[in-house]
């Protein structure tokens, strides 16, 4: 069981986190966001564990996880791939969850991708 392999972006108030699990098994591990999001279930079998209850989702599905429920995700297939969606900033602007923001170094790396040249 590995973790899945991450890419992040940012965009206006819109963070995405693309996670692409290789091999069945692989898992993303227990956590909990104090902010509701969604995971886009893009491709593959997604398994989502909340508590004792477990639940398989098939792509293309969105799944909506509410805020402060530990969760974790694990792949049922190959090549599973899916998205966790969410606002940046609050209504009043402040960044929601500062370990969502790239370092520094990071984010360029980032910039570059999602920038047209």
Request: hydrophobic share 45%; proline share 3%.
């Amino acid at each position: 069981m590995s973790d899945p392999v991450v890419n992040i972006g940012l965009a206006s108030n819109l963070f995405v986190r693309q996670m692409h699990f290789k091999n069945a098994g692989d898992a993303e591990a227990t956590h909990a966001h104090t902010f509701d999001h969604m995971t886009l279930l893009a491709k593959g079998k997604l398994k989502v564990a909340i508590g004792e209850e477990e639940t398989v989702f098939v792509a293309p599905q969105i799944i909506f996880i509410k805020a402060n429920v530990m969760h974790t995700l694990t792949a049922e297939t190959d090549s599973t791939v899916a998205y966790c969606i969410h606002a940046l900033k609050d209504n009043n602007g402040d960044i929601i969850s500062e370990d969502m923001v790239p370092k520094a170094e990071a984010l360029w790396e980032v910039l570059n991708k999602i920038v047209v040249k």
